[in-house]
């Protein structure tokens, strides 16, 4: 947790100065992208909210979704923007980050191996990524998934 609160502040030091809010939809990271938001002081100030939604039964009772958008599946770029739209939505926030993978020790059922993730974040634009780490260590990539998130977000803020 250590390593992404030094990520974290970046990306707070600008919603803050900006007066702009955030949400988190994760899902492989297991709230680390969250934690690492909510471990600053004055947090309230840019977190609105966000959730682990880790399997079907989450997504249709936090992200309201009953069914996926024809041809898509989780753990996609595709998938992380739709879920980063639906929170942002959902929360009235001015920027959402949504996380979905598979970390380890094995891949996931969609055929995607240990250490895939795909993040997307949005707010005045929208940008999606897929990191894989070649690994199967599931803490790891919990922490790398994570670090790339708040760093996908911290450059978007500074662009915008």
Same mark, same amino acid.
């Given at each position: 947790m250590q390593d992404l609160i030094p990520r974290a502040e970046k990306a707070a030091a600008l919603l803050k100065s900006r007066h702009e809010t955030i949400c988190v939809a994760e899902s492989s990271t297991g709230g680390l992208i969250?934690?690492?938001?909510?471990?600053?002081?004055?947090?309230?100030?840019?977190?609105?909210?966000?959730?682990?939604?880790?399997?079907?039964? +989450?997504?249709?009772?936090?992200?309201?979704?009953?069914?996926?958008?024809s041809g #898509? %599946? &989780?753990?996609?770029e595709a998938y992380a923007l739709h879920a980063a739209r639906l929170a942002r939505q959902r929360f009235s926030a001015n920027w959402a980050i949504a996380e979905t993978g598979a970390t380890g020790p094995t891949g996931n059922r969609y055929g995607d191996a240990a250490g895939h993730s795909c993040i997307a974040v949005i707010g005045l634009s929208e940008r +999606?990524?897929?990191?894989?780490?070649?690994?199967?260590?599931?803490?790891?990539? #919990? %922490? &790398?998934?994570?670090?790339a998130a708040l760093d996908l977000l911290e450059k978007m803020l500074a662009a915008a």
């Open positions: 969250s934690a690492a938001l909510l471990a600053l002081p004055g947090a309230s100030a840019y977190f609105l909210g966000g959730a682990v939604v880790y399997t079907h039964t +989450a997504r249709r009772a936090l992200m309201d979704m009953q069914e996926m958008p #898509m %599946r &989780a753990s996609t +999606a990524i897929t990191i894989e780490t070649g690994s199967s260590d599931r803490v790891a990539n #919990m %922490r &790398a998934f994570s670090a």
